[in-house]
Protein backbone atom coordinates (compact mmCIF):
# COMPACT_ATOMS: atom_id res chain seq x y z
CA UNK A 1 0.00 0.00 0.00
CA UNK A 2 1.60 3.58 -1.04
CA UNK A 3 0.32 6.61 0.82
CA UNK A 4 1.94 9.35 -2.24
CA UNK A 5 1.00 12.68 -0.71
CA UNK A 6 2.01 14.80 -3.28
CA UNK A 7 -0.04 17.52 -2.60
CA UNK A 8 2.94 19.88 -1.25
CA UNK A 9 4.07 21.11 -4.54
CA UNK A 10 7.72 20.75 -3.50
CA UNK A 11 7.02 17.63 -3.38
CA UNK A 12 4.67 16.64 -6.01
CA UNK A 13 6.98 15.36 -8.50
CA UNK A 14 8.86 12.44 -5.92
CA UNK A 15 5.11 11.24 -5.31
CA UNK A 16 4.57 10.70 -8.94
CA UNK A 17 8.33 9.51 -9.38
CA UNK A 18 7.57 6.88 -7.04
CA UNK A 19 4.33 5.54 -8.54
CA UNK A 20 6.61 5.18 -12.12
CA UNK A 21 9.15 3.49 -10.59
CA UNK A 22 6.55 1.34 -9.11
CA UNK A 23 5.03 0.19 -12.11
CA UNK A 24 8.44 -1.11 -13.33
CA UNK A 25 7.47 -4.10 -11.11
CA UNK A 26 3.91 -3.79 -11.04
CA UNK A 27 1.38 -6.69 -9.20
CA UNK A 28 1.81 -10.08 -10.02
CA UNK A 29 0.15 -13.20 -8.28
CA UNK A 30 2.85 -12.96 -5.42
CA UNK A 31 2.31 -9.13 -4.53
CA UNK A 32 -0.49 -6.32 -5.30
CA UNK A 33 0.82 -3.06 -5.27
CA UNK A 34 -1.88 -0.64 -4.42
CA UNK A 35 -1.66 3.27 -4.07
CA UNK A 36 -3.53 6.26 -3.55
CA UNK A 37 -1.79 9.52 -5.23
CA UNK A 38 -2.58 12.48 -3.89
CA UNK A 39 -1.87 16.11 -6.22
CA UNK A 40 -1.75 19.70 -5.38
CA UNK A 41 -0.51 21.61 -8.59
CA UNK A 42 -1.55 19.14 -11.24
CA UNK A 43 1.74 19.92 -12.62
CA UNK A 44 3.20 16.89 -15.73
CA UNK A 45 6.50 17.25 -15.41
CA UNK A 46 8.28 16.33 -18.08
CA UNK A 47 6.08 13.10 -17.90
CA UNK A 48 2.81 12.57 -19.90
CA UNK A 49 0.70 11.53 -16.63
CA UNK A 50 -1.82 14.16 -17.02
CA UNK A 51 -2.64 17.80 -15.08
CA UNK A 52 -5.21 16.84 -12.96
CA UNK A 53 -5.69 16.87 -9.07
CA UNK A 54 -7.15 15.51 -6.27
CA UNK A 55 -6.51 11.76 -5.74
CA UNK A 56 -6.65 8.44 -7.27
CA UNK A 57 -6.35 4.65 -6.14
CA UNK A 58 -4.71 2.63 -8.67
CA UNK A 59 -4.27 -0.76 -9.00
CA UNK A 60 -0.05 -1.01 -9.75
CA UNK A 61 0.60 -2.70 -13.27
CA UNK A 62 4.05 -3.31 -14.53
CA UNK A 63 5.20 -0.88 -17.54
CA UNK A 64 4.35 -1.67 -21.30
CA UNK A 65 7.10 -1.70 -23.43
CA UNK A 66 8.38 1.83 -24.12
CA UNK A 67 5.60 3.16 -22.03
CA UNK A 68 7.70 4.15 -18.94
CA UNK A 69 6.59 7.74 -18.39
CA UNK A 70 2.88 7.35 -17.93
CA UNK A 71 0.68 6.12 -15.90
CA UNK A 72 0.30 3.06 -16.77
CA UNK A 73 -1.83 1.32 -13.69
CA UNK A 74 -5.81 0.82 -13.57
CA UNK A 75 -7.41 3.62 -11.98
CA UNK A 76 -10.55 1.91 -9.36
CA UNK A 77 -11.25 5.04 -7.60
CA UNK A 78 -10.53 9.15 -8.02
CA UNK A 79 -12.08 12.00 -5.67
CA UNK A 80 -11.48 15.97 -6.97
CA UNK A 81 -9.99 16.47 -3.47
CA UNK A 82 -9.64 15.22 0.07
CA UNK A 83 -7.58 16.58 2.85
CA UNK A 84 -4.35 13.92 3.15
CA UNK A 85 -4.15 15.10 6.57
CA UNK A 86 -7.32 13.80 7.81
CA UNK A 87 -6.47 10.60 9.12
CA UNK A 88 -9.87 9.14 8.40
CA UNK A 89 -8.69 9.14 4.87
CA UNK A 90 -5.92 7.00 5.44
CA UNK A 91 -8.10 4.66 7.12
CA UNK A 92 -10.54 4.62 4.46
CA UNK A 93 -7.27 3.96 1.54
CA UNK A 94 -6.13 1.25 3.99
CA UNK A 95 -9.97 -0.86 4.85
CA UNK A 96 -9.84 -0.54 1.18
CA UNK A 97 -6.79 -1.97 0.02
CA UNK A 98 -7.43 -5.01 2.69
CA UNK A 99 -10.97 -5.79 1.49
CA UNK A 100 -9.71 -5.58 -2.48
CA UNK A 101 -6.59 -7.59 -2.09
CA UNK A 102 -6.48 -9.13 1.54
CA UNK A 103 -2.78 -10.26 1.67
CA UNK A 104 -0.96 -12.74 4.19
CA UNK A 105 1.25 -9.55 5.44
CA UNK A 106 0.99 -5.92 4.71
CA UNK A 107 3.31 -2.98 3.54
CA UNK A 108 2.44 0.30 4.24
CA UNK A 109 4.74 3.22 2.22
CA UNK A 110 3.82 6.71 4.06
CA UNK A 111 5.67 9.51 1.47
CA UNK A 112 4.66 13.39 2.47
CA UNK A 113 6.55 16.34 4.69
CA UNK A 114 7.52 14.62 7.89
CA UNK A 115 8.58 16.29 11.48
CA UNK A 116 8.43 14.07 14.03
CA UNK A 117 6.54 13.86 17.04
CA UNK A 118 6.36 17.67 16.59
CA UNK A 119 2.57 18.67 17.28
CA UNK A 120 2.79 22.00 19.52
CA UNK A 121 0.45 24.57 17.84
CA UNK A 122 -3.36 24.28 16.62
CA UNK A 123 -3.74 23.35 13.63
CA UNK A 124 -3.27 24.82 10.64
CA UNK A 125 -0.10 25.90 11.72
CA UNK A 126 2.37 24.45 9.26
CA UNK A 127 4.09 21.40 8.68
CA UNK A 128 4.15 18.95 11.37
CA UNK A 129 3.76 15.32 11.94
CA UNK A 130 3.19 13.32 8.66
CA UNK A 131 1.16 13.28 5.73
CA UNK A 132 1.27 17.00 5.83
CA UNK A 133 -1.67 18.27 3.34
CA UNK A 134 -0.32 21.02 1.26
CA UNK A 135 -3.53 22.96 1.25
CA UNK A 136 -5.46 22.34 4.24
CA UNK A 137 -1.85 22.73 5.70
CA UNK A 138 -3.88 19.40 8.28
CA UNK A 139 -1.19 16.51 8.98
CA UNK A 140 -1.37 13.15 10.84
CA UNK A 141 -0.65 13.26 14.26
CA UNK A 142 1.70 10.38 16.87
CA UNK A 143 -1.52 9.74 18.23
CA UNK A 144 -3.74 9.70 14.99
CA UNK A 145 -1.21 7.26 13.11
CA UNK A 146 -1.82 4.85 15.95
CA UNK A 147 -5.28 5.11 15.87
CA UNK A 148 -5.46 4.92 12.45
CA UNK A 149 -3.46 1.11 12.07
CA UNK A 150 -5.60 0.15 15.00
CA UNK A 151 -8.44 0.73 13.19
CA UNK A 152 -7.31 -1.19 10.29
CA UNK A 153 -6.13 -4.13 11.90
CA UNK A 154 -2.20 -3.17 12.08
CA UNK A 155 0.02 -3.94 9.52
CA UNK A 156 3.42 -5.29 8.70
CA UNK A 157 6.12 -3.33 7.35
CA UNK A 158 5.57 0.54 7.98
CA UNK A 159 7.91 2.69 5.75
CA UNK A 160 8.29 6.72 6.42
CA UNK A 161 9.49 8.48 3.46
CA UNK A 162 9.09 11.69 5.51
CA UNK A 163 11.46 13.49 7.20
CA UNK A 164 12.53 12.94 10.91
CA UNK A 165 9.83 10.23 11.90
CA UNK A 166 12.36 7.30 13.07
CA UNK A 167 11.67 8.72 16.66
CA UNK A 168 11.33 6.30 19.82
CA UNK A 169 8.12 8.44 20.83
CA UNK A 170 6.52 7.84 17.42
CA UNK A 171 7.54 4.15 16.97
CA UNK A 172 6.75 3.37 20.65
CA UNK A 173 3.25 4.90 19.95
CA UNK A 174 2.90 2.30 17.25
CA UNK A 175 4.14 -0.70 18.62
CA UNK A 176 1.28 -2.64 19.05
CA UNK A 177 -0.17 -1.68 15.86
CA UNK A 178 3.02 -2.02 13.04
CA UNK A 179 5.98 -4.91 13.76
CA UNK A 180 8.37 -3.13 11.67
CA UNK A 181 9.44 0.49 11.19
CA UNK A 182 11.65 2.16 8.54
CA UNK A 183 12.61 5.64 8.67
CA UNK A 184 14.82 8.73 9.13
CA UNK A 185 15.99 10.25 11.98
CA UNK A 186 16.90 13.51 9.71
CA UNK A 187 15.69 15.77 7.16
CA UNK A 188 15.45 12.88 4.26
CA UNK A 189 16.64 14.05 0.83
CA UNK A 190 14.17 12.53 -1.32
CA UNK A 191 13.73 9.87 -3.87
CA UNK A 192 15.89 7.94 -1.07
CA UNK A 193 14.28 4.27 -1.08
CA UNK A 194 15.02 1.73 -4.13
CA UNK A 195 11.20 0.98 -4.55
CA UNK A 196 11.90 -1.10 -7.83
CA UNK A 197 14.68 -3.37 -6.35
CA UNK A 198 11.92 -3.94 -3.38
CA UNK A 199 9.33 -4.15 -4.85
CA UNK A 200 10.91 -6.57 -7.23
CA UNK A 201 12.30 -8.65 -4.32
CA UNK A 202 8.78 -9.09 -2.21
CA UNK A 203 7.35 -10.16 -5.64
CA UNK A 204 10.36 -12.41 -6.62
CA UNK A 205 10.73 -14.08 -3.03
CA UNK A 206 7.11 -13.81 -1.54
CA UNK A 207 8.32 -15.92 1.68
CA UNK A 208 10.98 -13.25 3.27
CA UNK A 209 10.02 -12.45 6.41
CA UNK A 210 9.06 -8.41 7.20
CA UNK A 211 12.16 -8.20 9.10
CA UNK A 212 14.55 -9.37 6.10
CA UNK A 213 12.51 -7.05 3.84
CA UNK A 214 13.15 -4.05 6.26
CA UNK A 215 16.90 -4.89 6.09
CA UNK A 216 17.13 -5.14 2.76
CA UNK A 217 15.26 -1.69 2.25
CA UNK A 218 17.74 0.18 4.59
CA UNK A 219 21.35 -1.47 3.23
CA UNK A 220 19.98 -0.31 -0.57
CA UNK A 221 18.35 2.70 0.30
CA UNK A 222 20.10 6.31 -1.25
CA UNK A 223 21.72 8.58 1.15
CA UNK A 224 24.12 10.12 -1.60
CA UNK A 225 21.88 13.19 -1.90
CA UNK A 226 22.77 16.83 0.32
CA UNK A 227 25.25 16.60 2.98
CA UNK A 228 24.10 12.33 3.76
CA UNK A 229 21.77 11.51 6.13
CA UNK A 230 20.23 8.20 8.21
CA UNK A 231 17.64 5.81 7.53
CA UNK A 232 17.06 2.85 9.68
CA UNK A 233 14.70 -0.11 10.73
CA UNK A 234 13.12 -0.58 14.11
CA UNK A 235 11.37 -3.94 15.90
CA UNK A 236 8.72 -3.23 17.79
CA UNK A 237 8.07 -6.16 19.85
CA UNK A 238 10.34 -5.85 23.06
CA UNK A 239 9.93 -2.22 22.90
CA UNK A 240 7.72 -2.44 26.07
CA UNK A 241 10.90 -4.16 28.12
CA UNK A 242 13.56 -1.28 26.62
CA UNK A 243 10.68 1.08 28.36
CA UNK A 244 11.00 -0.60 31.70
CA UNK A 245 14.69 -0.41 31.42
CA UNK A 246 14.41 3.50 30.58
CA UNK A 247 12.24 3.98 32.97
CA UNK A 248 14.20 2.88 35.05
CA UNK A 249 17.42 4.43 33.88
CA UNK A 250 15.83 8.06 34.52
CA UNK A 251 14.78 7.20 37.51
CA UNK A 252 18.77 6.95 38.45
CA UNK A 253 19.67 10.19 36.81
CA UNK A 254 17.08 12.42 38.41
CA UNK A 255 18.41 11.26 42.39
CA UNK A 256 21.80 12.62 40.76
CA UNK A 257 22.71 15.56 40.18
CA UNK A 258 21.77 17.74 36.51
CA UNK A 259 25.50 19.17 35.64
CA UNK A 260 26.19 16.09 33.40
CA UNK A 261 23.08 15.91 31.32
CA UNK A 262 23.46 20.10 30.89
CA UNK A 263 27.27 19.47 29.61
CA UNK A 264 26.32 16.54 27.09
CA UNK A 265 23.28 18.32 25.82
CA UNK A 266 25.85 21.06 24.08
CA UNK A 267 27.59 17.98 22.01
CA UNK A 268 25.08 15.51 20.94
CA UNK A 269 24.31 15.14 17.41
CA UNK A 270 21.40 16.67 16.49
CA UNK A 271 18.72 16.99 13.83
CA UNK A 272 17.18 19.32 11.59
CA UNK A 273 14.00 21.07 12.34
CA UNK A 274 13.51 23.03 9.57
CA UNK A 275 15.58 23.03 5.87
CA UNK A 276 17.37 26.35 7.01
CA UNK A 277 19.05 24.26 9.96
CA UNK A 278 22.52 25.69 8.95
CA UNK A 279 21.21 29.49 10.47
CA UNK A 280 21.86 29.87 13.74
CA UNK A 281 19.11 30.19 15.53
CA UNK A 282 17.96 26.69 14.50
CA UNK A 283 21.01 24.81 15.71
CA UNK A 284 19.96 25.98 18.71
CA UNK A 285 16.09 25.08 18.58
CA UNK A 286 16.25 21.24 17.34
CA UNK A 287 15.24 19.40 19.64
CA UNK A 288 15.91 15.90 18.49
CA UNK A 289 18.84 14.00 19.39
CA UNK A 290 19.88 9.95 18.44
CA UNK A 291 18.93 8.20 21.59
CA UNK A 292 22.26 5.93 21.84
CA UNK A 293 24.48 8.77 21.35
CA UNK A 294 22.77 10.71 24.34
CA UNK A 295 23.16 7.68 26.73
CA UNK A 296 26.41 6.61 25.38
CA UNK A 297 27.91 10.11 26.06
CA UNK A 298 25.64 10.95 29.17
CA UNK A 299 27.38 7.69 30.90
CA UNK A 300 30.70 8.21 29.43
CA UNK A 301 30.77 11.69 31.10
CA UNK A 302 29.75 10.58 34.42
CA UNK A 303 33.23 9.78 36.82
CA UNK A 304 34.13 8.32 40.04
CA UNK A 305 33.08 5.28 42.06
CA UNK A 306 30.18 6.25 44.06
CA UNK A 307 27.34 3.76 43.83
CA UNK A 308 24.68 5.62 42.09
CA UNK A 309 27.58 6.52 39.21
CA UNK A 310 28.56 2.38 38.88
CA UNK A 311 24.56 1.77 38.31
CA UNK A 312 23.58 4.70 35.70
CA UNK A 313 26.68 3.52 33.65
CA UNK A 314 25.91 -0.22 33.73
CA UNK A 315 22.22 0.24 33.18
CA UNK A 316 22.99 2.29 30.42
CA UNK A 317 25.53 0.07 28.96
CA UNK A 318 22.48 -2.06 28.83
CA UNK A 319 20.37 -0.13 27.30
CA UNK A 320 22.70 0.59 24.64
CA UNK A 321 23.17 -3.35 24.01
CA UNK A 322 19.12 -3.61 23.87
CA UNK A 323 19.22 -1.32 21.58
CA UNK A 324 21.39 -2.70 18.70
CA UNK A 325 20.35 -6.53 19.76
CA UNK A 326 16.50 -6.03 20.28
CA UNK A 327 15.51 -2.40 18.52
CA UNK A 328 17.20 -1.37 15.77
CA UNK A 329 17.73 -4.58 13.68
CA UNK A 330 19.07 -2.10 10.45
CA UNK A 331 21.12 1.54 10.51
CA UNK A 332 22.10 2.88 6.92
CA UNK A 333 24.23 6.50 7.66
CA UNK A 334 26.15 8.66 5.33
CA UNK A 335 27.67 11.72 5.81
CA UNK A 336 27.91 14.73 7.78
CA UNK A 337 25.76 16.93 9.56
CA UNK A 338 25.81 20.52 9.12
CA UNK A 339 27.80 21.19 12.20
CA UNK A 340 30.13 18.83 10.85
CA UNK A 341 28.99 15.59 13.09
CA UNK A 342 29.46 12.22 11.17
CA UNK A 343 25.97 11.04 11.05
CA UNK A 344 27.71 7.33 12.20
CA UNK A 345 27.26 8.94 15.52
CA UNK A 346 23.40 8.30 14.75
CA UNK A 347 22.54 4.16 15.77
CA UNK A 348 19.03 3.98 14.69
CA UNK A 349 16.19 6.02 16.60
CA UNK A 350 16.05 9.56 17.90
CA UNK A 351 14.69 10.84 21.15
CA UNK A 352 13.36 14.57 22.39
CA UNK A 353 15.61 16.56 24.41
CA UNK A 354 16.16 20.08 25.52
CA UNK A 355 17.31 22.71 22.61
CA UNK A 356 20.64 24.09 23.44
CA UNK A 357 18.75 26.89 23.76
CA UNK A 358 16.34 26.32 26.70
CA UNK A 359 14.34 29.22 25.75
CA UNK A 360 13.33 27.66 22.65
CA UNK A 361 11.46 24.86 23.64
CA UNK A 362 7.80 24.68 21.78
CA UNK A 363 5.03 26.09 23.99
CA UNK A 364 2.98 23.74 25.04
CA UNK A 365 5.79 21.04 24.68
CA UNK A 366 4.97 18.88 27.82
CA UNK A 367 1.37 19.16 27.51
CA UNK A 368 1.75 17.44 24.46
CA UNK A 369 4.76 15.09 25.17
CA UNK A 370 2.47 13.65 28.20
CA UNK A 371 -0.18 12.16 25.61
CA UNK A 372 2.62 9.78 24.08
CA UNK A 373 2.50 6.17 25.17
CA UNK A 374 6.21 6.60 25.65
CA UNK A 375 6.39 9.50 28.16
CA UNK A 376 3.77 7.40 30.12
CA UNK A 377 5.90 4.00 30.33
CA UNK A 378 9.19 5.74 30.89
CA UNK A 379 8.53 9.32 32.41
CA UNK A 380 11.55 10.81 30.07
CA UNK A 381 9.67 14.33 30.71
CA UNK A 382 12.09 14.45 33.74
CA UNK A 383 15.35 13.85 31.87
CA UNK A 384 14.67 16.66 29.49
CA UNK A 385 13.45 19.16 32.36
CA UNK A 386 16.90 17.84 33.85
CA UNK A 387 18.55 18.87 30.58
CA UNK A 388 16.79 22.36 31.09
CA UNK A 389 18.67 23.44 33.89
CA UNK A 390 21.49 25.49 33.54
Not at 158 to 172: G, T
Not at 276 to 283: G, P, T, Y
Amino acid sequence: MMWLNGSSSDIEVVALYDLLVAETVGSNSNVNIVAQLSRGTGNSYSWDVGNWTGAKRYYVQKDQPNQTNVFNSLELWKSDAIDTGDYKELVGFINWSKQNFPAENYVLIMFGHGSGMEDFLPRPSGIKATSFDGKTNNYISVVEMEKTLRETGGIDLLVYESCLMQMMEAAYQLKDVAKVIVGSEEVMHIPSYPYAVFLGLLSEQPSITIEQAAQFLVKNSDLSRGNGGTISALKTQRMTDFALKLNKWVQLVSKSGAGEVTAVNKHLIRFRIRSNFEEAEDRQLAFFVDLYDLIENYTDSMTGNFSETVAIKQLGSELLKFLSDEIVIANKTQGRTSEDIPYNRAKGVSIALAPRNPALLPKGFFEVYSGFNFEQDTNWSAFIKRSLLP
